[in-house]
Structure formats: C-alpha cells, structure tokens
C-alpha cells in the first residue's frame, strides 16, 4: 500500500483554482511533515508548500504566498493545497512528500506517485 496518494489537479485556467489532495497512511501522517513539489517539463523538482500536521505550521515558497493555501486534516489523514490565482507558470507534475526538517528533494523519505496541473492562458 502506498504511503501517499495524491489526487486532484487536472487542467486550469490563468486566474482559476484547483485543489490538491494528499491521502498518507497513519505513520506518515503522525510522524513526518507533509509537503509539495512541483517539477515542470525540463526543469528540476522544486519546493512549493508544506505543513507539519502536528502543529499547523506552515511554509511556503515565495512565489506562490498569498496564492496557494496547504491545509491537514488529522480525522482523515489527508493534506490538502488549495491553488489560486494560477498562472501559465504553475504548470507542472505535482508531488506530494513526507519529510522531517530539511526541505529539499534529497531529504523527502516518502514520494506520492504525481499529479499533474496544467494552467492555459
């Protein structure tokens, strides 16, 4: 069984929202922050949004603050990114993770399979 499970994303609009889903099994969810990374087409995987669900703290990347909302929900184990005011720029495969501290690909312990976003203009 798969530790993390994303769901949602699709295709969007410049301006519009999606909402972004991430089912992780009980041992993730209590044990590790929960985050996002995006990796668009040629590009590296990068830091987007993450949470740590025992706390509520959270962080973003700069150039999606006052866009992109990540929110737990502890009763079902589930991390949820609320994207607005998307962009053309926002396009990209969508990952959610489990980390401890270290923010970067190289320290996520636990990789979903993806989830792809593309925005039109």
């Known amino acids: 069984q798969a530790e993390l499970v994303e769901s949602g994303g699709g295709q969007g609009q410049t301006g519009g929202s999606l909402r972004l889903s991430c089912l992780a099994s009980?041992?993730?969810?209590?044990?590790?922050?929960i985050g996002w990374f995006r990796e668009a087409p040629g590009k590296d995987r990068d830091y987007v949004a993450i949470i740590s669900p025992k706390d509520g703290r959270t962080n973003y990347v700069d150039s999606v603050k006052g866009g992109f909302t990540i929110s737990a929900d502890s009763a079902k184990n589930m991390v949820h990114m609320q994207m607005a005011n998307l962009e053309p720029e926002d396009t990209a495969v969508y990952f959610c993770?489990?980390?401890?501290?270290?923010?970067?690909?190289?320290?996520?312990?636990?990789w979903g399979q993806g989830t792809q976003v593309t925005v039109s203009a």
């Open positions: 993770a489990a980390l401890l501290e270290v923010v970067h690909p190289q320290a996520v312990e636990y």
């Open positions: 009980g041992h993730v969810f209590s044990t590790y922050n």
